[in-house]
Each structure stands twice: as structure tokens, then as C-alpha cells.
């Protein structure tokens, strides 16, 4: 007999303050307990005859990931227990609304939705570095926080009971013997039983931008195994064939993230954070341009040949696939120095030959004033920016990078070393490489860019030096 | 509470030592020896009055094959290195050492815990928790929550669930939060002897209120055992197998 939960009740310490949310798997209520400050939330399954078998298993799930997660797109496990026959989990209550409502005012704009997605790809970013693919992504568990002070909105993964965990055992690997995940954003390697490619989750994300640009679902919401299994041979819509007005980027971008093929869309979350953010680098593609679905007879072939396509996608994921680092290289364009530049060429060649999947950031400060306004335009009238962009461009060409690996960024600042950690910050770049320069009398006054940036990077930082000169750090 | 957890020690030292270390700085309340504390190392007398003084503290230690083959008569069933080494092992205990030995229990049940050292089911015919099948056995056999098991030397994690067991290689050193409404079968792993590819010791902490199971790894000296086996006359075999691992 399940416990009757009422207000003023006091379980395992904790006190029922007010029920939240009677939802079909879980009771959600507030509650406090005096060793645990801040807003709290304890969620309780249903339990009992009739309860869905992965209700039961998907709480069970939970209570092992939470404690495992950490950092700021989760929220903080407090407790978890049972009280007589009633399983309980208390976590942090997180401010916000998740974006299920955004639903209702969709078609959004496309900027609004990029936005979005950059946030909700940088929280599956830490996820999937965490080792962890959360399998449920849509709308209502993703939960917007908004901006504190001195800090930025950012979004919050919820209910990870149909999530997979590398380093913990799976409980619905092969409990069941229906695809785990929700019937409009299950990923196709998902629907035919594959739990542990992050890149699930960027299909899943996929279909929640789609919905949210376009209004519509890019599969509908089909219930059953075969419903399921037809976004493997049947693509959608094109986004800008139902809104004509969604720049090409963007449905580059939406499109990527729905290829069948997980080896077909971005490699991790945060390549797809960064052309989200980025849209005027996206490079584009047919994707971009296409106006309507594929003609019946590509969709018949795709069709025949569904069950060797199926077990392809059914094979599981080998490695661990969020090991596509984002390079970025600092380069001085005001102190040209040959020999530096080719030290930079070689280990920037070395980092990337090594990581096939890697990309590269490539990126230069412009000084700006401390005080007081900076004219974009230079006595000639020219744009210092793109002049600074073409010889980006020119850096990088002996390199000889295919144009979808490499991107442009001129940051303007005062500050180099800050703009450079800041960029590293949120562009969430794995690897620094910048070269460091010779003695000189500013530097002796100002300090060096290059140990700041090793001594604050978010991530690692290689200083590349010429051999056998002697330089300052 | 905090349990530290040893199987098949395997009468290697260093590798005992090595553990306890690394499970003393973790901190712990409890000893738990899951069997074969002697066979194949050269160090069976001292690790065996380890054992003896570790449980007048308070460990739990039950028997393994080894232990019971080197207590009474040799283990007829065993390889021939094996049975060579028993009789090498039984020479360097005293009666007193050998009389401890036949006296462990074959299992023991704390709590939601029971520690045995083949399986649940037929824990006197030393059959192997090597695959799902067997764990489905053992688990079917106990009503414990967790069931804590040696004689297989590679670590593992296996769980009940509906139809077969499922089983769950551990990644060393990470905590795992293990599900209450479960059961569950660990094998930390051999202590002296691992048999994964692996060289280093294994053990496992368990912290019973959180109720999270940590597997881990420690690197030791394995070429000084090795060359202790050596110079004892043991097998060159099983000085060999514990550099790589096998």
C-alpha cells in the first residue's frame, strides 16, 4: 500500500511543504529540511498494480545518474531514500519554466531558436562529457534558467529516467523490447535499441528546433514500432518549405541534426552549440537549399534497403563518440614572426591530424580603446575586421583544411588574454594553441597574453615557441 | 558504514599491502576477505596470519577452494600447477594456520549483504559466477540485496532483472550509486592474481549509505612477487601470468 502523502508531513527528515505536480509517472512536491538550504523538490514514483514496468525501472535509473551528474546544467542531487514501500529522490528546485510553453507561440524567430538551441546544446555538451546521454529530449525537459545576477540564462536538463550512463550499469538496455524515448523525437538508432551515442541527443534537439521554427513536428507523433521506424527511410519536410522566411542556416543546421546516419550530423553537442552561435560561419550545403522532401522513388529505395540500414544503425557505438575536440588557434597578426608562425602551423597540423573529427577555431584580438568609442572603418575607409578575417583566411590556407573543419573570429577588446579565455569559455573549446612571443619592453611592463591565457583557460593550452631562442613564457 | 572488499589474495603480499593502503586512505569501518587467501603467491603464512588478525578485529573472512584444498586433502580436481602449489603451500603453514583455514565459513550474510566466495547456489562445488546464467543461479538463490563473490578473477557487476542477469563490466574508481529496489551480484576482482589483461590489484569499497560501489585498481610491484615465486620453486607459470595479467 503506497504511502498517502499530505501536507506537513515529514518524510526521512525532509517536510512536505506543497505538491507541485501529480504527473502520470511521478508526484513532484517542495519541500525543506533543515541541513539542506535553498528550494527543494522531491520527486516520488507511482508505484503499485498497473504502473508502467519503465516508470518503475526509469526512477530506478534516476536515482543511480543523479548523483553521478554535476555542474550547472543538472540539477544538484540532495537525497534519495524510501520511506516504508515509497521510493523518494530530492533534488535542487530549479527556477524557470522548461520550453514546453514555447510550443504554443511557434513558429519563433529564427534568432530566438538559435539561441535556444546554442543553450540547450552547451548543457548537453556537459552531459555528454559527464559520460552520460540523457535519451529524452524535448521540449518539457528543457528548462530555461533565467539570468541571475551577473550571470546568464542557461538551460537546465531534467528527468533523466530514460538516460544512459558509460560508466554505470543500464537498466533498460534489454529490459524491453520496445524502443525507450518519446514517440516525435526518438532518435532512429534509438527506436532499434541503441542507448549510448550521444548523438541521439542532437537528433532529439534536432526535432524540438524544428518544431519550435517551424510550429510543426518533423515526424508527427507516431506511437507505434513501425510509426517509429519510419523517419530510418522517409525525411521531412524541409523547414523552409513550410516557412519560406527561416534563413538557409538554420535549416542547415535542423537538417544536420536529423540525418538518419548519426555520422551524418554534428559529431558533438558543442559544434552544434557553435554554428548556433556562429550562423554567418555555417557552411552551407544541399541541406540548405532543399525546398522539398525526396521523391517517392528515393524514399522506395530507401525503403528496400531499411533492414540492411537497420542493422547498420543497430551496431553499437564502438568509442565514445563526443571526442570531436574544438581546436582553437590564437594568432598575433600584429607581430608576424615566420619562424613562430610555422612552429604554430606544425602543432596546429600535428592536433588535427591525430583527432579526425576535430575542428578548428581560428582566432585573433583586435585592440580596441579602453575608453571612448573605436571607428569600425581605418583611415582608408576599409573594415579593419574583414582585413583582419582575409588574413585569417590566409593563415590558415597552408594548412589545407577542408572549409567545413576551420572558422573565422575577430574578437575586439582591450584585453587580449581575457578576450581569448572568455571566447574559450563559451565557445567551450577543448584545446589552446598560441605562440609565444620574444621579449619585448611592453610585454616586460604588461605581462604576457600567453601565460595568462595558460594560467585562466577553461581547457587545455599549448604555448608553441621556436626551438632554441630565447623567449619569455 | 565503509566496507572494503578483498578477494583472491592469492598469497601475494605486496599486492595485499597495496590495497590496504589505497583502502585506508579512502577510509573504511570494515574488512570483508572473500576467499583464496592462499595458493599459487609466495607469501601464504603472512597472509594468512593477516587475515587471522584482521578478523579478530572485526573482517569477515569466508573460504575459498585454495583455502580449503591447502586445509585438508589436495584438490585432486586442480591443474597441476595448481596442485603443486598447494602442496608447496601446505608445507610452509603450521597446523594452527591450516585449522583456521578449515574452520571458515563457506558464507556470511550481514544485513542486506552476503559474502561467499564461487556463488550463492552451491557455494561448497566452487562453480564460477562467469556468466549470466550462473549470476541468474546465484541470485535466485539469496535474498540479499547484494551478494559479494571471488573465485572469478575479473571484476564484474552483474544485476537481476527479468530473464537472464545482465552483466556489467566496472570502470576503476568510479563511485556507483546501485539501485535499492535491485539486486545485485559484485566481484571485485582478484586482489593477487588478476586475470583481466590487467596486472594491477584489485578491491572495491563499498559505502552502504549511500549505497554506492566503487571497483578499483593498484598498481604494485608485480616482478618483486614474481621473483619471489621464482626463488621459492613455484611454477615459473604463475610468476609469469601475474605481469600480464592472465
Known sequence: MPVKLAQGMQLDGFELLAPLHQGGMATLWRVAHPDHPGPLLMK???IGYGEAATQIVGFEVERMLMPVLAGPHVPRFVASGDFEDQPWLVMEQVPGDTLRPLLEQAPLPAERVAALGALAATALQDLHRQGAVHLDVKPSNLLLRPAETGGEARIVLIDFGLSHHQHLPDLLAEQFHVPIGTGPYIAPEQVLGVRNDPRSDLFALGVTLYHLATGERPFGNPTGEGGLKRRLYRDPPPPRALKPDLPRWLQEIVLRCLEVDPDARYPTAAQLAFDLRHPEQVPLTERA?????????AVARRWFGRYTRERALAAPATQHLAQAPLLMVAIDLKHEDPALCRALHESVQRALQTTPGARLACVTVMRTARIGMDSNLDAAGRNRHVKRLVALRDWVRPLQLDEHRVTFHV???????????????????????????????????LGSVSARVVAEAPCTATVVRVRGEPQAP | MRIALLADLHANRDAVEACLRKLDKAGHDQLVLLGDLVGYGPDPSWVVDFAREAQASGAVVVRGNHDEAVAT??????????????????AQLTEAQRAWLRELPLSVREEDRLYVHANAHAPASWGYVNSRLAATHSLAATDAWLTFCGHEHAPALYHGQAGQAACFTPQPGFAMPLAPARRWLAIPGACGQPRDGNPAAACALLDTRARS????????????VAARILAAGLPAELARRLAGGQ
Open chain 1, 44 to 46: 516520488l514514483p507511482r
Open chain 1, 289 to 297: 537549399g532543399r525546398t522539398r522532401r525526396d521523391g517517392r522513388l
Open chain 1, 411 to 445: 574578437l575586439e577588446a582591450h584585453d587580449p588574454a581575457e578576450a581569448l579565455v572568455e571566447y574559450a569559455r563559451t565557445a567551450d573549446v577543448d584545446h589552446i594553441l598560441l605562440g609565444a612571443r620574444g621579449l619585448t619592453g611592453v610585454r616586460r611592463m
Open chain 2, 73 to 90: 586433502a589436495a584438490g585432486e580436481r586442480m591443474h597441476a600447477s595448481a596442485r603443486f602449489g598447494v602442496d608447496w603451500t601446505r
Open chain 2, 213 to 224: 560501489l566503487t571497483f578499483l585498481r593498484v598498481p604494485y610491484d608485480h616482478d618483486a
